[in-house]
Nanobody
Framework: QVQLVESGGGMVQPGGSLRFSCTTS????????MSWVRQSPGKGREWLSG????????YYKDSVKGRFTISRVNAENTLYLQMIDLKPEDTARYYC?????????????WGQGTQVTVSS
């Protein structure tokens, strides 16, 4: 049974930082592209970043370049997203997903998500 479990969300002030973890099981984490996506009422579903299996090729949505950093540790079956300089418009539910190197993967590949609220 494939499982992707995100953690690390919460409430943070503008300019703050958060780090997400996505622990996975039920599939060989060494093989698939992995990604982070988010969903909010105002913007809908957005692809944020994708990383290849080796962690050597990474892409970001323009609006998060320089603020978000994706990484993976294959030996730990874990995907990460470090976020700095958070803005109110980053408020959303964040999901890790299989697939999605440069575009939004199908939602059936996503985890259950973790909520982020950026507010003063």
């Amino acid at each position: 049974q494939v499982q992707l479990v995100e953690s690390g969300g919460g409430m943070v002030q503008p300019g703050g930082s958060l780090r997400f973890s996505c622990t996975t099981s039920g599939f060989d984490f060494n093989y698939p592209v992995m990604s982070w996506v988010r969903q909010s009422p105002g913007k809908g579903r957005e692809w944020l970043s994708g990383i290849n299996p080796a962690g050597t090729t990474i892409y970001y949505k323009d609006s998060v370049k320089g603020r978000f950093t994706i990484s993976r540790v294959n030996a730990e079956n874990t995907l990460y997203l470090q976020m700095i300089d958070l803005k109110p418009e980053d408020t959303a539910r964040y999901y890790c997903s299989r697939g999605g190197l440069v575009s939004l993967p199908p939602s059936n590949l996503w985890g259950q998500g973790t909520q982020v609220t950026v507010s003063s």
